[in-house]
């Protein structure tokens, strides 16, 4: 999708919706920052029609949709295995990008998955994995290790939408760091309607790419928007908050290394909930 003319159309869906005082457009339109969203459909824990999500999709939960050789990640110091958190396929979220990652490929993100360690700053390096297969060949439906299943670590599966977004984010923050621009729930539900309707996909449970937004100063001297960009957030209440709390996944990477096409060097923060 273009996105000069994506943005256009968001603009104008919002202009024509009463939810959105005229005079406030402007304001929106320069908090826009272009990245892409990610959602569940609409439906439970499925693709929506009660049918398991297709192979190689990108999705939440589960068990992971690997290649032949397929090692599954522990943590660091155990022999127990890490849940999947997600895995994207990254075709489709280059179809919502067009030039800003990976055409092809597949990426995962594994975690201990444990609200109490949460909470407790443990989900770290050490207790999380990201995984990129750049060209991964055929899938299948990897086998749980038989730990997993006595961990109860196998999080509930859900399909994901993948398409092009917009986050709001503040301008010209007054300490120089990235941070989400927060308008009336009014006005934000008409954003998030403008998005769909313009046929990208409403930030509901993570995003990729832009600015990371963290809330928590001790996580935020860990991120250097000079250097690195956001390759993907996940919010952990809207994965699993037994597991996650309302703690945040945030996946970061060199600018330089997005443009090679490195994703393996990417780094993990995760931002316990409050």
């Not at 024509?16 to 824990?45: M, S």
């Not at 067009?98 to 949460?118: E, V």
Request: with cysteine; charged share 25%; aromatic share 8%.
């Amino acid at each position: 999708m273009d996105e000069q003319r994506f943005r256009f159309d968001v603009l104008e869906r919002l202009r024509a919706d009463p939810q959105t005082p005229a005079e406030l457009v402007e304001e929106i339109a320069a908090t826009l920052q272009p990245v892409v969203g990610l959602a569940y459909h609409d439906g439970d824990g499925d693709d929506g029609d009660g049918e398991p999500v297709p192979l190689g999709a990108s999705k939440t939960g589960g068990l992971p949709h690997v290649p032949a050789g397929f090692v599954w990640p522990t943590e660091e110091g155990t022999d127990e295995p890490l849940a999947l958190v997600c895995q994207i396929n990254l075709a489709e979220a280059a179809a919502a990008a067009p030039g800003r990652l990976p055409s092809t490929g597949m990426l995962y993100l594994f975690s201990i998955a444990d609200g109490d360690r949460a909470y407790g700053y443990e989900i770290d390096d050490e207790t999380t994995a990201l995984v990129y297969e750049p060209a991964p060949g055929p899938l299948a439906v990897a086998e749980a290790p038989a730990e997993l299943a006595a961990l109860d670590a196998v999080l509930p599966e859900w399909a994901l939408r993948v398409g092009p977004s917009f986050g709001c984010q503040e301008p010209q923050p007054a300490d120089g760091r990235p941070q989400s621009q927060r308008f009336d729930y009014d006005v934000e539900q008409a954003i998030e309607r403008a998005i769909e309707a313009a046929g990208g996909v409403a930030d509901g449970v993570g995003r990729m790419l832009g600015d990371a937004h963290l809330f928590r100063a001790e996580m935020a001297e860990f991120y250097d928007p000079a250097r690195q960009v956001l390759l993907l957030s996940l919010d952990g209440y809207s994965l699993a908050r037994e597991a996650f709390g309302e703690g945040q996944f945030h996946v970061l990477v060199d600018r330089d290394a997005l443009a090679a096409g490195d994703l393996a060097k990417a780094e993990i923060l995760f931002e316990p909930g409050t």
